[in-house]
């Protein structure tokens, strides 16, 4: 009996470790790709392109060490300062690769959580790292339309490509090959151009002075990665919490009411709410309708 039970405890433990090994694994890899993002983010305001030349400091653009990249412990081991020229570092680097290793651990938790307990395929895996690539994508649009005021085309293009790769291996049930769902993909194809649509009247309507047309073509990506009725919810709170700052904003004499304020951070958090809790919000609200 005791032989039974040191035996179970020993398994226990085991898994303990495979979890506590896949997470620090993943937020491992949500850093390191959180710090490759920073340098697409940069890249993307002064149009260049981030696969060529390396990196190098935007004060001084002396080129960087292997030492200066490392996530994190290299903001913090230089004090927040470029090590070539002293100028201070932002605060946009260590915020957006602990964000992603955050993000990354709980798009794992929330759609692939066998991956956590040792159990990996190659479908959940995809399912996975399609995930990954969306919410990186999420975060590029996110830091570029709130501090530059553009949504960048290339962000859009491969989070299309991520949902789409996602929405295909989904709509299988991790089969597609054999009980492809055409009704699923087609929801998300119809939420895409519902949103677009919505999106492009109030453009032409306000001739771009309310939102942009960055905007009208991240509602592509929102449609077609929150498929429906997730959609409705990620359009609700993408407005309710734009209109909430932007009152704040006038009220406190920061704004007026002709400023320009990006609404891509809103879209993303309203995306954000969507994917990860719409399925929720929404039977909490049929069990309040019904």
Known sequence: ??????IGGFFILFMDFIFWYITVSIFIIGMVIGSFLNCVIWRCYCGESAAKGRSYCPKCRHPLAWYDLVPVASFVFLK???????ESISWQYPVVELAMAFVFWAAAAAFTPQILTGYITFLLLAKLIAYWIFLASLTVVLVVDLRWYFIPDGAIISGLAAAGVYNFLNAGGGYPWRFFDAGAVWAAIL???????????IFLVSRGKWIGFGDVKFAVL???????????????FANF????????LVASGKKKMSSQVPFGPFLVAGTVIAIFF??????????LTF
Not at 80 to 86: D, E, F, H, Q, V
């Open 1 to 6: 009996m005791s032989f039974v039970v040191g």
């Open 80 to 86: 927040g300062k470029c090590r070539y020229c002293s």
């Open 191 to 201: 939420s895409a151009i519902l949103a677009a649509s919505i999106f492009l009247v």
């Open 222 to 236: 929102m449609g077609l990665a929150c498929g429906f009725p997730g959609i409705l919810i990620a359009m609700f």
């Open 241 to 248: 919490f734009g209109a909430i700052l932007g009152l704040v």
């Open 278 to 287: 719409s399925y929720h919000i929404f039977n909490w609200y049929i069990s």
